[in-house]
């Protein structure tokens, strides 16, 4: 009887026990559900994105022949500037060797005149005019008659040729008069349309440039907001793992342990030296450092390397940005001391995190080197860091 009741005692009390662990386990239990049904929300809106991307690169496809057919296009146009301009420099030398015998003509019609003025300045006397006649009648003899005669039939034939090639050049000149301003007509009708192949050109350019621009804009939005919905399924698959482990684990279910098993400087010596092995063995991926085959091939993201680095401290961190930032106490950058995490603007606000290590250097997975030592003091991190600085280990 003694035996059958200790045997009940016994039974009772662990039946006690899973009854008292019961709650917590239903928590976490709920708290799964609940985060499913959260990531089956992100991945949906994940699918939707996806293919709000690929409508984008198909956009982005089309465009990009588009912008070859301007590209081609601005070739074509200043293919016809350079000939139109080559035409424009050759009317202009034919209207300078026009402008020239226009100005010898004119010289020549002066100088015929010059002439004409003279015979008849030589037919004058005493002030008055004599005809050809007059000439005539005034001979002396038969004989003066005669050559007086010759003489007149020779002016006046030399006169009619020099009337002649008057005429002849006036006509001539009048002709290249015409052609001057037809030249000129030319070439402002040339330089008119010129004017407007570059007000073409300069009109698509523009239209280049705002489409390019309007692209990237759309595209980064997309990438962005996948790479948000990418990295909050990231993190509510931790949460889950974790609230898994602690139902399968009930002794853990609320062992959250910041304490530091260690001194404070050995702590920090761990810290800034654990990633050493992995500088220039490791690579950056999306979600990485939360299983032992990413840890054990160097495969971090910037906020689980954090986190894996305090843990060989025995501090336990979280694995996401959002979490690390606002998770121990926030010093300002001037009284920074290694050890301390150190976050900045990338993607998103506080999207990169590092562990400070002295000196305007920290320690991090870098999207472009993996784990790797960095300077925030010059170059793309001093542009990107946002003067957070959190501190884990205290004194």
């Given at each position: 009887?003694?035996?059958?009741?200790?045997?009940?005692?016994?039974?009772?009390?662990?039946?006690?026990?899973?009854?008292?662990?019961?709650?917590?386990?239903?928590?976490?239990?709920?708290?799964?559900?609940?985060?499913?049904?959260?990531?089956?929300?992100?991945?949906?809106?994940?699918?939707?994105?996806?293919?709000?991307?690929?409508?984008?690169?198909?956009?982005?496809?089309?465009?990009?022949?588009?912008?070859?057919?301007?590209?081609?296009?601005?070739?074509?146009?200043?293919?016809?500037?350079?000939?139109?301009?080559?035409?424009?420099?050759?009317?202009?030398?034919?209207?300078?060797?026009?402008?020239?015998?226009?100005?010898?003509?004119?010289?020549?019609?002066?100088?015929?005149?010059?002439i004409i003025k003279k015979?008849?300045?030589?037919?004058?006397?005493?002030?008055?005019?004599?005809?050809?006649?007059?000439?005539?009648?005034?001979?002396?003899?038969?004989?003066?008659?005669?050559?007086?005669?010759?003489?007149?039939?020779?002016?006046?034939?030399?006169?009619?040729?020099?009337?002649?090639?008057?005429?002849?050049?006036?006509?001539?000149?009048?002709?290249?008069?015409?052609?001057?301003?037809?030249?000129?007509?030319?070439?402002?009708?040339?330089?008119?349309?010129?004017?407007?192949?570059?007000?073409?050109?300069?009109?698509?350019?523009?239209?280049?440039?705002?489409?390019?621009?309007?692209?990237?804009?759309?595209?980064?939005?997309?990438?962005?907001?996948?790479?948000?919905?990418?990295?909050?399924?990231?993190?509510?698959?931790?949460?889950?793992?974790?609230?898994?482990?602690?139902?399968?684990?009930?002794?853990?279910?609320?062992?959250?342990?910041?304490?530091?098993?260690?001194?404070?400087?050995?702590?920090?010596?761990?810290?800034?030296?654990?990633?050493?092995?992995?500088?220039?063995?490791?690579?950056?991926?999306?979600?990485?450092?939360?299983?032992?085959?990413?840890?054990?091939?160097?495969?971090?993201?910037?906020?689980?390397?954090?986190?894996?680095?305090?843990?060989?401290?025995?501090?336990?961190?979280?694995?996401?940005t959002d979490i690390l930032?606002?998770?121990?106490?926030?010093?300002?950058?001037?009284?920074?001391?290694?050890?301390?995490?150190?976050?900045?603007?990338?993607?998103?606000?506080?999207?990169?995190?590092?562990?400070?290590?002295?000196?305007?250097?920290?320690?991090?997975?870098?999207?472009?080197?993996?784990?790797?030592?960095?300077?925030?003091?010059?170059?793309?991190?001093?542009?990107?860091?946002?003067?957070?600085?959190?501190?884990?280990?205290?004194?």
């Amino acid at each position: 009887m003694k035996k059958k009741i200790t045997t009940f005692s016994a039974s009772l009390l662990l039946g006690l026990g899973i009854f008292s662990a019961m709650p917590g386990i239903e928590a976490r239990a709920t708290n799964i559900s609940n985060i499913q049904e959260q990531r089956s929300g992100v991945k949906n809106e994940l699918t939707k994105t996806n293919q709000e991307i690929t409508q984008v690169q198909d956009e982005l496809a089309m465009l990009s022949e588009q912008i070859k057919r301007v590209e081609l296009a601005i070739i074509d146009n200043n293919n016809m500037i350079v000939q139109t301009e080559a035409k424009v420099n050759e009317t202009e030398s034919e209207v300078e060797v026009l402008e020239q015998e226009l100005s010898y003509i004119k010289g020549r019609i002066d100088k015929r005149n010059e002439i004409i003025k003279k015979r008849v300045l030589s037919l004058q006397e005493s002030g008055g005019k004599v005809s050809y006649f007059e000439v005539i009648l005034g001979s002396s003899s038969f004989s003066d008659f005669v050559d007086r005669l010759g003489a007149v039939a020779t002016m006046v034939e030399a006169d009619q040729d020099l009337v002649k090639q008057h005429k002849e050049d006036q006509i001539d000149i009048e002709n290249k008069q015409i052609t001057v301003e037809k030249k000129l007509a030319d070439l402002k009708n040339l330089k008119i349309e010129l004017e407007g192949m570059q007000a073409q050109i300069l009109e698509q350019k523009e239209q280049n440039d705002l489409l390019k621009e309007a692209l990237k804009m759309k595209e980064q939005e997309k990438l962005s907001e996948k790479a948000n919905l990418q990295q909050q399924d990231s993190n509510l698959a931790i949460k889950e793992a974790d609230l898994r482990a602690a139902v399968t684990d009930p002794d853990n279910l609320f062992n959250v342990n910041y304490s530091i098993p260690v001194s404070t400087n050995e702590a920090i010596n761990i810290v800034i030296h654990a990633g050493e092995k992995y500088i220039g063995n490791s690579v950056y991926v999306f979600g990485g450092g939360r299983n032992a085959y990413d840890v054990s091939n160097g495969r971090f993201d910037c906020s689980a390397f954090v986190s894996w680095a305090f843990a060989q401290a025995g501090i336990k961190v979280g694995a996401h940005t959002d979490i690390l930032k606002n998770t121990g106490t926030r010093v300002p950058f001037s009284e920074a001391r290694p050890g301390d995490m150190v976050f900045f603007d990338t993607y998103k606000i506080d999207g990169h995190v590092g562990i400070y290590l002295g000196d305007g250097k920290f320690i991090g997975s870098q999207s472009s080197t993996g784990i790797a030592i960095a300077d925030l003091s010059s170059g793309f991190y001093a542009k990107k860091f946002n003067g957070r600085v959190m501190r884990i280990i205290n004194d």
